[in-house]
């Protein structure tokens, strides 16, 4: 039957023979898309009356919204944090070589740098939509330098800076320009950052508590003036201690302002955190937990010596670390490899699993009314997996951006 054409004169897809993850659970329904967004069928059959172009069978597929990373600092020897004149091709490898892994729209990540990179970088950063390109890109997620010298964890000591009069000034002065940042990364007890995150969030940048040695007053009271993610839960901070757990305990705090919710990034990949400690968070605040990879130019490529902006990192296995010593630096870990570890180290649902990596890094950057949903009228951003949360193809904005050479591998 030929679909009316009365509203658009664009094809309408259908997807059929799916579980389509919608409302926090897989549903056994069809998926429908027109102009790169999702579309509610009974519109389309009452008012329309209008019908498919295009049906494809999706083999008893899982549907799910595309992956969000707020957290990638390079990959494919690519890195973020390195001022090159080719930078731009190297923002558009990492984006095209991430859709294979599931992730649709991305955050990249600069660590600690001078402010000669951020001024030299942040430039060639633009937000764009993705497409057969790669994946969207959110804007930046500027980690450092206003960080803890004790918690610097992989970040290069002598570029760290502390506020000093004129704190937003001293900001600005460093990164250039906030043009095109998302998410900024800072230490809380720091003197004067309660200015710096106010004027930060008052802008739409999502501020981040990290590498930091805050007690749970001080991460309590960066909330109320508008903090509302954590970098890394666990690494780089103060461990969790009973009298005072630190920024561990904004996770069950009572002190969070009404209708506001933290949210948590958590390297799942096996080796950052212990997956007792990846149950014991998730077990106490699920609905905050936001899968991050992390990852360093090192990820996709084989063990060695690679770069994390000023520092020289090697890879040995899925470790990581600042060339020469023990300290963890990133992963090598994909999206999807994320996922399928946090499932297993969890037990919880494939709905759980899925919305970690798409719905809640959405909610925390609020657009989870076009990303990180499958609602009707949302972009049609999405993926097509296993039973074992193997991806097979990546859509954006219904197109297909990448598949699996092997279906159902």
């Excluded at 937990?289 to 020289?312: E, W, Y």
Aim: hydrophobic share 40%; net charge negative.
């Amino acid at each position: 039957m030929p679909s009316n054409k009365s509203v658009s004169e664009a094809p309408i897809v259908q997807f059929t023979n799916c579980r389509i993850l919608r409302s926090h659970r897989l549903q056994r329904e069809d998926l429908w898309v027109r102009e790169g967004k999702i579309l509610n069928p009974e519109k389309l059959f009452f008012d329309e009356k209008g019908s498919a172009d295009i049906q494809l069978d999706c083999k008893d597929s899982i549907i799910a919204p595309g992956f969000i990373d707020v957290q990638i600092n390079g990959g494919f020897g690519v890195d973020f944090s390195l001022a090159t004149d080719d930078f731009k091709s190297g923002i558009d490898l990492v984006s095209q070589k991430i859709l294979s892994h599931g992730v649709t729209s991305f955050c990249p990540t600069l660590v600690t740098s001078p402010p000669t990179v951020y001024h030299q970088v942040l430039p060639q950063i633009s937000i764009r939509n993705g497409g057969a390109h790669g994946a969207g890109i959110l804007g930046a997620h500027l980690e450092g330098p206003f960080i803890s010298k004790e918690k610097k964890g992989a970040h290069p000591e002598h570029c760290l800076r502390t506020f000093e009069a004129g704190a937003f000034q001293d900001l600005l002065a460093t990164y250039g320009s906030l043009d095109c940042v998302r998410i900024v990364t800072l230490a809380p007890e720091m003197k004067r950052s309660s200015e710096v995150i106010q004027e930060l969030t008052k802008r739409g940048i999502c501020v981040s508590l990290g590498h930091s040695v805050a007690n749970l007053s001080q991460a309590e009271e960066a909330v109320q003036h508008g903090a509302t993610f954590i970098t890394h839960l666990f690494n780089a901070m103060l461990p969790f201690h009973h009298r005072d757990p630190g920024i561990v305990g904004l996770l069950t705090s009572d002190k969070i302002p009404a209708g506001q919710r933290v949210f948590y990034g958590m390297i799942s990949d096996g080796i950052h955190t212990n997956p007792a400690a990846l149950r014991i968070a998730h077990r106490a605040h699920p609905k905050g937990l936001v899968l991050v990879t992390d990852a360093i130019a090192g990820m996709g490529l084989a063990p060695g010596r690679h770069t994390l902006g000023q520092q020289v990192v090697e890879i040995d296995g899925l470790n990581t670390y600042i060339a020469g010593t023990k300290t963890l630096s990133g992963s090598v870990a994909t999206m999807d490899t994320c996922v399928r570890h946090f499932q297993e180290a969890t037990g919880c649902s494939v709905e759980t699993a899925l919305e970690a990596a798409s719905l809640h890094p959405a909610q925390l950057l609020g657009i989870e009314h076009k990303k990180g949903t499958l609602n009707y009228d949302s972009d049609a951003d999405f993926l097509m997996l296993n039973d074992g949360l193997y991806v097979q193809a990546t859509y954006i904005a219904g197109e297909e951006v990448w598949r699996q050479d092997v279906f159902g591998m």
